[in-house]
T-cell receptor, first 120, second 113 residues
Framework: AQTVTQSQPEMSVQEAETVTLSCTYD???????LFWYKQPPSRQMILVIR??????QNATENRFSVNFQKAAKSFSLKISDSQLGDAAMYFC?????????????????FGKGTHLIIQP | DTAVSQTPKYLVTQMGNDKSIKCEQN?????MYWYKQDSKKFLKIMFS???????INETVPNRFSPKSPDKAHLNLHINSLELGDSAVYFC????????????FGPGTRLTVL
């Protein structure tokens, strides 16, 4: 079974600075997907970024980028120019390439989350 | 336009009762899921359905019974509620077949007294 580890229960960063959230995972699969989701106090789960394991290029979405190190099984999230609205729980998640139903129905395996605080 | 909706958003009930949570998605997705988020914010998959067929049932007590009347709906019925069932329950959906991004509903906070 896959496991996802987020070793930082809480991180704090000054507004406008850069912060990196760590995530490592354990799998024997060669193809899979990785995600970062954000959960603000509203509790809505919001997709931040997605990475396919077969892609060597790191995914980016505006101020959010990842450092994907497949051999090291590491998937960190960098947030540049932090804003007050970035304050939230951040969850790293793993999904198999597709064990079930031709690749359609695999669930996400989540880490325990990192609580990100933005200092004004 | 709400993509994935859940009702109710809050549910407070007594131990031993039976309750249901409804989920609907208007994204045209093939696959729907239920997740449980415990008091420590840990999220765990409970069930997944693909085209109304149960695919994943992750060691969930059989007091929990999902029902998918059609592709757009996945309801969760819980019998004989226990204190430990208190949690936030999230419904999610994904297009399926190598399109893996899951879109979550707003969650239902269940409190069992």
């Amino acid at each position: 079974a896959q496991t996802v580890t987020q070793s930082q229960p809480e991180m704090s960063v000054q507004e406008a600075e850069t912060v990196t959230l760590s995530c490592t995972y354990d799998t024997s699969e060669s193809d899979y997907y990785l995600f970062w989701y954000k959960q603000p106090p509203s509790r809505q789960m919001i997709l931040v970024i997605r990475q396919e394991a077969y892609k060597q290029q790191n995914a980016t979405e505006n101020r959010f980028s990842v450092n994907f190190q497949k051999a090291a099984k590491s998937f960190s999230l960098k947030i540049s120019d932090s804003q007050l609205g970035d304050a939230a729980m951040y969850f790293c998640a793993y999904r198999s390439w597709g064990l079930y139903s031709g690749g359609g129905a695999d669930g996400l395996t989540f880490g325990k989350g990192t609580h990100l605080i933005i200092q004004p | 336009d709400t993509a994935v909706s859940q009702t109710p958003k809050y549910l407070v009930t007594q131990m031993g009762n039976d309750k249901s949570i409804k989920c609907e998605q208007n994204l045209g997705h093939d696959t729907m899921y239920w997740y449980k988020q415990d008091s420590k914010k840990f999220l765990k998959i409970m069930f997944s359905y693909n085209n109304k067929e149960l695919i994943i049932n992750e060691t969930v007590p059989n007091r929990f019974s999902p029902k998918s009347p059609d592709k757009a709906h996945l309801n969760l019925h819980i019998n004989s509620l226990e204190l430990g069932d208190s949690a936030v329950y999230f419904c999610a959906s994904s297009p399926g077949l190598r399109r893996p991004t899951q879109y979550f509903g707003p969650g239902t906070r269940l409190t069992v007294l």
